[in-house]
């Protein structure tokens, strides 16, 4: 079965520091991955995709992802957070299967303390 | 505008009640999918349809129930069987040409008292 793992639970970082969230996935075949994100009290949103082709991503906001497809990663990077990124931070992985359905890592929550 | 409507925000039942949770899109999406969230897990697949009148189990079907009568609906029952029902609720719906385009509703939180 396919499955996520996001390794941080709860992160704490100062303003203006840099972020890297870690995400493995356990599957063999293509896949296409996720970051997204919720702030408080509002949907989920998609920060950034990677389907195929350049494996760094650029997303919304800053923020960028690499998929390292020998380690099955899609680690997420900020060079510098602001107090406005305070959110919990999904990984999701489809497989290239038929289903097209999303399986979630357990979720990142981030406090930027001003 | 085109989205999904999750109804009600908030849901209260008691302990043994069946309950109802409604979600509505006009996005005319083909994919429909009811996610569970709670803290530290995530989120986790109940069900899922890619075609109306046709559903798949997802990794935590127990204790639920869907339908997909129409394109535009996918109910989620929360039965008695459910040993621990109170959550927050997303649905959620995509096209079925390729793997994104997901569209998340507002959710809704079951309290079960």
């Known amino acids: 079965a396919q499955s996520v793992s996001q390794h941080n639970h709860h992160v704490i970082l100062s303003e203006a520091a840099s972020l890297e969230l870690g995400c493995n996935y356990s599957?063999?075949?293509?896949?296409?991955l996720f970051w997204y994100v919720q702030y408080p009290g509002q949907h989920l949103q998609l920060l950034l995709k990677y389907f195929s082709g350049d494996p760094l991503v650029k997303g919304i906001k800053g923020f960028e992802a690499e998929f390292i497809k020998s380690k099955f990663s899609f680690n997420l990077r900020k060079p510098s957070v602001q107090w406005s990124d305070t959110a919990e931070y999904f990984c999701a992985v489809n497989a290239m299967d038929s289903s097209y359905k999303l399986i979630f890592g357990s979720g990142t929550r981030l406090l930027v303390r001003p | 505008d085109g989205g999904i409507t999750q109804s009600p925000k908030y849901l209260f039942r008691k302990e043994g009640q069946n309950v109802t949770l409604s979600c509505e899109q006009n996005?005319?999406?083909?994919?429909m999918y009811w996610y569970r969230q709670d803290p530290g897990q995530g989120l986790r697949l109940i069900y899922y349809?890619?075609?109306?009148?046709?559903?798949q189990k997802g990794d935590i079907a127990e204790g639920y129930s869907v339908s997909r009568e129409k394109k535009e609906s996918f109910p989620l029952t929360v039965t008695s069987a459910q040993k621990n029902p109170t959550a927050f609720y997303l649905c959620a719906s995509s096209t079925t040409t390729n793997g994104y385009g997901y569209t998340f509703g507002s959710g809704t939180r079951l309290t079960v008292v």
């Open positions: 349809s890619q075609i109306v009148n046709d559903f």
């Open positions: 599957y063999g075949g293509t896949v296409n």
């Open positions: 996005l005319n999406h083909d994919a």
